[in-house]
């Protein structure tokens, strides 16, 4: 009998999901068979994305659930583990996903900016990492042997540092470092650790942080920011969410268990390292 190599009937967790890229790997886990806790800092956004996907096809209404979480507070990180455990008996797969920016000129950037963002990004990664981990070890492998995944969010910003998003660009960095470090220290349980790295993507994080460029003089008109930066993808297009999610389904599947410690870079050319 051939092993399931996809997604279905996996317990996975994905952080910020209640909009964007969150939003759609979640969606895309779910009409894969998955059971999804839907999590965001806005609990009741995370509610209604978690209503709306009930009917979606190849969903099924028991399979999702909403938490609401601020990924900096462990006992939040911890809270929102225990009832996706409660819900669907385990956890294997956690998408430490959560993540914000705030555009700043390098010379103007302060303290609370970089705090602010280090913190989600990187701390609340972190946490997200060592949470999940600890309620892996706990519970022991699955009916197939595998004990779980982590997967984390990264940016083409983790690759080469821009002059207006400077603690944007250290934090997802710190997302890269975090991914081999826990992939070594984890690979003892048999728990693997990979991310990926989206370029340019249609969503409403691009569509504040080009508001925000423009506030600081970085950009003088709505729509020059995605232009500028997504000028040389070599698919001539910036993203969709959807684009993402091909990539994020193989990573919480079977079918990448020999994969660990990498980053994936999904950018349609822009970046190539």
Same mark, same amino acid.
């Given at each position: ?73 462990? +006992?939040?990180?911890? =809270?929102?583990? @225990?009832? $996706? &455990?409660?819900? *669907?008996?385990?956890?294997? #797969? ?88 826990? +992939?070594?220290?984890? =690979?003892?349980? @048999?728990? $693997? &650790?990979?991310? *990926?790295?989206?370029?340019? #993507? ?72």
């Amino acid at each position: 009998m051939t092993e399931p190599r996809g997604v279905e009937g996996r317990v996975c967790i994905v952080t910020g999901a209640a909009r964007g890229i969150g939003r759609a790997i979640a969606e895309a886990l779910l009409d894969g068979g998955a059971k999804v806790c839907i999590a965001d800092l806005n609990a009741d956004q995370a509610a209604e994305v978690a209503e709306a996907s009930r009917t979606r096809p190849g969903a099924s209404p028991d399979n999702v659930i909403s938490a609401g979480v601020d990924v900096r507070d462990r +006992a939040q990180t911890r =809270a929102m583990i @225990d009832q $996706t &455990v409660a819900a *669907f008996g385990r956890l294997d #797969v956690m998408f430490n996903n959560a993540g914000v920016n705030k555009p700043m000129n390098f010379m103007d950037v302060t303290e609370e900016n970089w705090s602010f963002i280090m913190d989600i990004n990187g701390l609340g990664c972190l946490i997200g990492m060592q949470e999940a981990a600890r309620q892996m070890i706990a519970q022991g492998p699955d009916e197939t042997g595998i004990s779980g995944k982590i997967v984390n969010t990264a940016s083409i910003a983790s690759r080469q540092g821009f002059d207006n998003v400077a603690p944007y660009c250290a934090s997802k960095w710190a997302v890269v470092s975090l991914t081999q470090s826990a +992939a070594r220290d984890l =690979a003892k349980h @048999d728990i $693997t &650790v990979t991310g *990926f790295a989206p370029g340019v #993507v249609a969503t409403e994080m691009w569509e504040q942080v080009d508001r925000d460029l423009m506030d600081i003089g970085a950009a003088e008109r709505p729509g020059q920011a995605m232009e500028e930066f997504s000028s040389e993808i070599l698919k001539g297009r910036v993203a969709r969410p959807e684009d993402i999610t091909g990539t994020t389904t193989f990573l919480a599947s079977r079918a990448s268990d020999y994969m660990t410690g990498q980053i994936v870079m999904i950018d349609g050319g822009m970046t190539l390292v």
